[in-house]
């Protein structure tokens, strides 16, 4: 199992350099990934945000918006609650690294789950790794982008 967070989630729907990288790890790993509900928000506001900065992509946000709910449906990321205990051990990573609550809370089910967390966020990976070494980005991972 490896936990993924939303920078890397967002990837499978919108258009960005890394998209092609980002298909490729979803194919690869599958029905192996999880990750804390707070995913399902955060993808969406992506897209939302998207939408609402280049008006003409309004119906491809949609469209990326209901793929996204099919996708959550279909069980594609397998979603754990954000429980006191997982908030609490969230914050105390937060705090230490002086970092937003949000990614800290994908970094404290990896670390509860005793998996990797694959993100796209360097920084994130540079000032967590030092509490959590078995994060990884993206680019770490071997996987063939040509088909």
């Not at 939302?48 to 990326?64: F, T």
């Not at 609490?88 to 990573?93: C, E, L, R, T, Y």
């Not at 937060?94 to 670390?111: E, N, R, S, V």
Request: charged share 25%; proline share 3%.
């Amino acid at each position: 199992m490896i936990v993924v967070d939303a920078s890397l989630a967002v990837k499978w729907l919108l258009w960005e350099i890394d998209t092609p990288g980002a298909l490729a790890f979803l194919k690869a790993y599958g029905r192996e990934l999880a990750a804390p509900e707070l995913i399902f928000i955060e993808v969406a506001g992506v897209i939302v945000r998207r939408g609402n900065q280049y008006k003409h992509l309004q119906p491809d946000a949609l469209r990326a918006l209901d793929k996204w709910t099919i996708a959550w449906s279909d069980h594609v990321v397998k979603h754990y609650r954000v429980t006191q205990r997982r908030l609490f051990n969230a914050s105390s990573m937060a705090l230490t690294m002086g970092h937003p609550l949000k990614d800290c809370i994908y970094l404290a089910l990896a670390k509860e789950l005793g998996v990797e967390l694959a993100t796209c966020d360097a920084k994130f990976r540079d000032k967590a790794s030092s509490l959590y070494p078995r994060i990884r980005l993206l680019v770490d991972y071997s996987l063939s982008t040509s088909e």
